[in-house]
């Protein structure tokens, strides 16, 4: 199985001010068909997982264009341009690029 | 407007089944893969199942040993998990999903296994 690993598992931020989570797979995420599956999952308090970016750097609809994604093999980064309130909760990242479906442990953002 | 809908959840005996549901609407459920993902309380995410939109290629967690059946009916736009032999450490929030990549999820739905 792949194993994701999140980095740091806690981010106290202040509100205006950039975020950045990183993101390592036990194994490269490229697919047979070239695409790398990797997602970033918001997880507000109280609320379902949302999906933020998909494919390493795509946003997914609805999504600002505070976040942002990098990345490539192994190692990934989500990026938040300027922390507003709303987005406070727990980001996940995931792989689809191998079953089982494996995700990290979580990243817990919340405001200074 | 893409909703997914959990249903089926509750309180079960340790050693009991439950079927859960997942409604799908919004977009052309027939031409999308559906997973089931779950989270104990308090923890992360936990992938439990796959299966593809036509019904032809299924994946388990191995974890689930064999208790669990993802199933679909394209002409009903839903999704379901057969649950059997429940244990304590499946009490969980369960999720469905859009595709591999996680494009939608549902509300969730409680499965509390507790006598």
């Known amino acids: 199985d792949i194993v994701m690993t999140q980095t740091p598992l806690s981010s106290p931020v202040t509100l205006g001010q950039p975020a950045s989570i990183s993101c390592r797979s036990s194994q490269s995420l490229v697919h047979s068909d070239g695409n790398t599956y990797l997602s970033w999952l918001q997880q507000r308090p109280g609320q379902p997982p949302r999906l933020l970016i998909y494919?390493?750097?795509n946003r997914f609809s609805g999504v600002p264009d505070r976040f942002s994604g990098s990345g490539a093999g192994t190692d990934f980064t989500l990026k938040i341009s300027r922390v507003e309130a709303e987005d406070v909760g727990v980001y996940y990242c995931?792989?689809?690029?191998?079953?089982?479906?494996?995700f990290g442990p979580g990243t817990k953002v919340d405001i200074k | 407007e893409v909703q997914l809908v959990e249903s089926g959840g509750g309180l079960v005996q340790p050693g009991g089944s439950l079927r859960l549901s997942c409604a799908a609407s919004g977009f052309t459920f027939s031409r999308y893969s559906m997973n089931w993902v779950r989270q104990a309380p308090g923890k992360g995410l936990e992938w439990l199942s796959y299966?593809?939109?036509?019904?032809?290629?299924?994946y388990y967690a191995d974890s689930l040993k064999g208790r669990f059946t993802i199933s679909r009916d394209n002409a009903k736009n839903s999704l379901y998990l057969q649950m059997n032999s429940l244990r304590a450490e499946d009490t969980a929030v369960y999720y469905c999903?859009?595709?591999?990549?996680?494009?939608?999820w549902g509300q969730g739905t409680l499965v509390t296994v507790s006598s």
């Open positions: 494919k390493i750097s």
């Open positions: 299966i593809s939109s036509s019904s032809s290629t299924i």
């Open positions: 999903a859009r595709d591999a990549s996680g494009y939608d």
């Open positions: 995931m792989q689809a690029t191998q079953f089982p479906l494996t």
